[in-house]
């Protein structure tokens, strides 16, 4: 009787600590999935950010992506005070651009990733 006892608790002791390496996995995968995550919107982000310099790089020289679409590449000249907006706008992305850059390596950072 005793040995059969002793079988269950040691089989109840492996079960206990199959389950905690387990769980012990489990995390290391969500942290890894979170990870990936966030490196994912990051790259969006980017995409995002240099069509958007493209777009301004095309309406800095006069042409507008609407137009391009639609199969119309005339230049137009752009104004003094549109080029002056199409500029405020920018810097004001670039700064935008510049701090989730931070954002994005402040976190990798505190993840222990480099």
Not at 25 to 34: D, M
Not at 55 to 80: F, M, R, W
Not at 94 to 111: A, D, G, P
């Amino acid at each position: 009787m005793k040995i059969i006892i002793v079988i269950i608790f040691l089989a109840l002791i492996g079960y206990i600590l199959e389950q905690r390496r387990h769980t012990k996995f489990l995390e290391k995968v969500n942290f890894n999935q979170e990870t990936r995550h966030i490196m994912t919107a990051h790259e969006i982000f980017l995409l995002k950010h240099q069509i958007g310099t493209y777009v301004y790089s095309l309406e800095t020289l006069g042409y507008s992506q609407d137009n391009i679409n639609k199969g119309d590449y005339t230049k137009h000249e752009p104004s003094p005070e549109k080029l002056q907006a199409l500029q405020e706008e920018f810097q004001m992305k670039e700064r935008i651009y510049r701090s989730k850059n931070i954002q994005f390596e402040t976190e990798l950072e505190l993840r222990g990733v480099e």
